[in-house]
C-alpha cells in the first residue's frame, strides 16, 4: 500500500474518493461519509470544524454529477437497484449498487449495506430496505434498467442542464438528519409488526429478526403500542 | 453473516501489513471486529518491560462512533481503572471517524507514558500520584513486574 494512494483515499471509509464533497475547512470526504459525520458528530473528522447546519442544501460536491454519468452506464446488461424517496426513486451509490448485486445474483435472500454510517437489510422477497436499528425506516427498493428517470445517485440531486446548483430545494433525502429516512409507512400491519418486535431486535440476529417478521402476529399489545407511538412520534419531529 | 465494512478489511489488512512498533492488534477467529491486543509499555514509563493486553471491539456503527477498548491485563495508571476502562478523550467525546485502530492504540501507549492524575479515573491511584509521585511509580512497576511480565 504505497503512500500516495493512501492520501488519494477518503479517511474515513479508507477508499478512494466517491463523490468528493469539500467541506467549509477544506477538507473533503466521499458525500456519503460526510453525511454519515453530519447525522453524528457534526464535526469534520480531520479538524473538528463544525459543518454548517444548512451544508447539504448546498454541498460542495468537486465533481458535479453530469446528466451523463446517471444515465450513460447504458449498459443494458446491467441492473442499478433504486430506493424510493418522497416523490420519485433514488440510485443506490455505485458502490452499494454493486454489493446489493453481486449478493442477490448469489442467490441470498437479504444484504446488509453500511450507508452513512448506519447499517441497513435490503430484504430481497419483500424488496424493502430496513433500517437496522429501527426497522420502523422502512424504503421501497427496486432492481431495474439504469436508464429509467431518477432524482440522483444516493441523496445527490440530478443537475438541471440549465443548472449548476446541486440540491437547492430542501429534499428529504439531502437533509442529513432523521427525517431522510423516515418513510411513509402505509400499510397498518407492517407498523404493528414493527411495534411488537422493536424490544426483540437487539439480541436477535438479522436472520432471527426477519423470521419474526414474518410470523408475528399483527395485533400488538398495549405496552407495545407505546413504545411505536414514541418511535413514530421521534420519527416524526 | 454480516458484511464486514470494507474499511474494517481495510485497517486489518494495514495492521497485519506495516504492524506498528510495540503493539499487536490480532482479530478474533470468530469475530473481525473484535481484536485481541498486546501493547507493549513504554520505555522509560514505570510500565517499561511489560506486556499488557487489551481487548478491543468495532462497534456495528464504527467508524462513526468509537471502538470499545479496555485492559484485561491488571495496570497501576491513574487514568484506567480496575476493569481496565481508560479514561481518553478520543474514545469518548473527542472521537472522530478518521481515527482508527492503530492511532486508538498508540494513544493509548502515549498514555501510559503520561498518565494524567487531573482527570482521573481510579482515584485512589490518581491522589497517590499528586502526593506521592515516586510511590505511586513504585506501585506501578510493582504491578508490572506482577502482572505483566510473564515470570
Redesign the interface.
Known amino acids: 500500500m504505497d503512500k500516495d494512494s493512501q492520501e488519494r483515499d477518503c479517511a474515513i471509509c479508507l477508499q478512494k474518493y466517491h463523490h468528493p464533497t469539500r467541506l467549509p475547512c477544506g477538507h473533503i470526504f466521499c458525500f456519503l461519509c460526510v453525511k454519515g459525520i453530519a447525522i453524528q458528530s457534526k464535526k469534520c473528522a480531520m479538524c473538528r470544524m463544525e459543518i454548517p447546519h444548512d451544508y447539504f442544501e448546498h454541498p460542495d460536491l468537486i465533481e458535479k454529477l453530469a446528466h451523463d454519468e446517471i444515465t450513460s452506464e447504458g449498459d443494458t446488461e446491467k441492473y442499478q437497484w433504486y430506493y424510493e424517496g418522497r416523490n420519485g426513486w433514488w440510485k443506490y451509490d455505485e458502490r452499494s449498487n454493486m454489493d446489493l448485486e453481486n449478493t442477490y445474483s448469489s442467490g441470498e435472500t437479504e444484504c446488509l449495506l453500511l450507508l452513512a454510517g448506519t447499517i441497513y437489510c435490503v430484504d430481497f422477497h419483500n424488496m424493502i430496505q430496513i433500517r437496522r436499528s429501527d426497522p420502523t425506516k422502512r424504503r421501497k427498493v427496486k432492481r431495474d434498467i439504469p436508464t429509467l428517470p431518477s432524482k440522483g445517485i444516493a441523496g445527490i440531486k440530478n443537475v438541471e442542464t440549465s443548472h449548476t446548483e446541486v440540491n437547492t430545494d430542501s429534499d428529504e433525502n439531502t437533509v442529513p438528519n432523521d427525517n431522510e429516512e423516515t418513510i411513509q409507512v402505509n400499510s397498518p400491519n407492517l407498523v404493528a409488526v414493527n411495534a411488537s418486535t422493536n424490544t426483540l431486535t437487539s439480541s436477535l440476529s438479522v436472520d432471527d429478526l426477519i423470521d419474526s417478521l414474518r410470523q408475528i402476529d399483527l395485533h400488538p399489545d398495549d405496552s407495545l403500542s407505546t413504545d411505536h407511538e414514541e418511535t413514530l412520534n421521534s420519527a416524526d419531529t | 453473516?454480516?458484511?464486514l465494512?470494507?474499511?474494517i478489511i481495510?485497517?486489518t489488512q494495514?495492521l497485519m501489513?506495516?504492524p506498528v512498533p510495540g503493539i499487536s492488534a490480532v482479530p478474533s477467529e470468530n469475530n473481525a471486529r473484535y481484536f485481541h491486543v498486546i501493547v507493549t509499555g513504554p520505555e522509560d514509563s514505570p510500565f517499561e518491560g511489560g506486556l499488557f493486553k487489551l481487548e478491543l471491539f468495532l462497534p456495528?456503527?464504527y467508524?462513526?462512533?468509537a471502538p470499545k477498548v479496555r485492559f484485561i491485563t491488571k495496570i497501576y495508571h491513574p487514568n484506567i481503572d480496575r476493569l481496565g476502562r481508560i479514561c481518553l478523550d478520543i474514545l469518548k467525546d473527542?472521537?472522530?471517524?478518521?481515527l482508527?485502530i492503530r492511532t486508538v492504540l498508540l494513544s493509548i501507549q502515549a498514555l501510559l507514558s503520561a498518565p494524567n492524575p487531573d482527570d482521573p479515573l481510579a482515584n485512589d491511584v490518581a491522589e497517590l500520584w499528586k502526593v506521592n509521585e515516586s510511590e505511586a511509580i513504585r506501585n506501578a512497576k510493582e504491578w508490572t513486574r506482577r502482572y505483566a511480565m510473564d515470570n
Do not use: I, L, T, Y
Open positions: 453473516m454480516a458484511a465494512p470494507r474499511r481495510k485497517e494495514r501489513q506495516e456495528e456503527d467508524p462513526m462512533s473527542k472521537w472522530s471517524p478518521a482508527q
